[in-house]
């Protein structure tokens, strides 16, 4: 009588959380003690923006960009773990001892686990190790109020990762931890600033049993994304000012923005990050061969917002013209 063969099965920990919430930076330290792992990153926008911060990482990557895993590309998320089983299979050095998915910040992060557990192929050879959402102290409450994704990613974690305890007030985080108590109430919390935390915190989560519902299949977003591309450098102190200013005068609709870019300062890229009604401090990215020299600006609005190119391209235009062109 033959025995099966034991098929070894790969864990995956996901990673979600609502726009702004640090996401990617917890990534990139977690990265930086496990470094054998392989990357999913699902982002809304066309424009991949995140993997620039996870640019000093060599680690099996992929970017399913254009919607979001729980509606728009959710059919994605199969082929590419069966690529990545393959491709370890192929490998007796196996190539990374873990798979991470971050998805896109509107996520709801159930479909990626009803695909890891319902479908039986892929359920066979990995195993799901836990969820992690990243919620942040100083505007997380407002998000969980206004939006019920920000409530399914929370909803889902068997890891709560409070972001920007740093720059919360005394009322900002009793807002969010009265949410995380409602919520999350069995999750893990852990207190993280700028993504430093105990790596085994994480890497050692295990998943909690819980039912699967029924998934719906015609999720609809109020969410969408514009992409812009600046041709060439421009100095940061006028983008500042223009960014600033579409987010003064969208504080409700503007709810993320993001982009690397390049400015005459400097031949290294700058990345830049800001959420509803707040613009964070650049930071310069080492410069590698691929740069093209174009800057990149992804903006997320809540609803259609569509005079925003028209905003940023005339409040750049007041002083100077720059080359900007939608794409």
């Known amino acids: 009588m033959n025995k099966s063969k034991i098929i070894e099965r790969i864990p995956v920990i996901v990673i979600s959380g609502f726009l702004g919430s640090g996401k990617t930076t917890l990534l990139n330290r977690l990265l930086q003690h496990a470094p054998k792992s392989a990357v999913i990153i699902n982002e809304f926008g066309t424009t991949p923006i995140d993997q620039q911060l996870l640019r000093d990482h060599n680690v099996p990557m992929s970017v399913l960009a254009g919607g ?21 299979e192929a490998k007796t050095d196996k190539p990374f001892d873990r798979v991470i998915i971050e998805t896109s910040g509107v996520a709801n992060p159930e479909p990626v686990l009803d695909t890891l557990l319902r479908e039986r192929w892929l359920s066979a050879r990995y195993h799901l190790q ?3 959402a990243t919620v942040s ?7 969980l109020e206004r939006f019920t994704e920000a409530q399914a990613q929370l909803g889902w974690a068997d890891t709560v990762a409070l972001t920007h305890g740093d720059l919360a007030s005394t009322a900002q985080l009793a807002a969010t931890s009265a949410w995380l108590d409602k919520l999350a109430p069995s999750a893990v ?7 430093a935390v105990a790596p085994d915190l994480l890497l050692g989560l295990s998943k909690k049993i819980r039912p699967l519902g029924q998934m719906q299949n015609d999720v609809e977003h109020r969410f969408n994304s514009i992409s812009l591309q600046l041709d060439d450098p421009i100095a940061w102190p006028r983008l500042q000012i223009a960014l600033k200013s579409l987010l003064n005068k969208h504080p409700q609709q503007l709810v993320r923005l993001k982009g690397v870019v390049f400015t005459p300062e400097s031949p290294e890229p700058l990345l830049i990050q800001g959420v509803t009604n707040r613009l ?8 590698r061969s691929i740069d093209d020299g174009k800057g990149r600006l992804v903006f997320i609005t809540e609803g ?10 005339a409040i750049l235009r007041k ?3 720059h080359s900007l062109s939608e794409f």
Not at 189 to 195: E, I, K
């Open 68 to 88: 979001c895993l729980c509606c728009q590309i959710r059919g994605s998320l199969t082929p590419v773990l069966k690529n990545l089983r393959m491709a370890w």
């Open 130 to 132: 836990g969820v992690i």
């Open 137 to 143: 102290a100083v505007t997380g409450a407002e998000s």
């Open 189 to 195: 919390r852990l207190n993280v600033v700028q993504g």
């Open 280 to 287: 964070y401090a650049p930071v310069r990215l080492p410069v």
């Open 304 to 313: 259609d917002v569509t005079s925003l190119a028209e905003d940023l391209m």
């Open 319 to 321: 002083k100077e013209t």
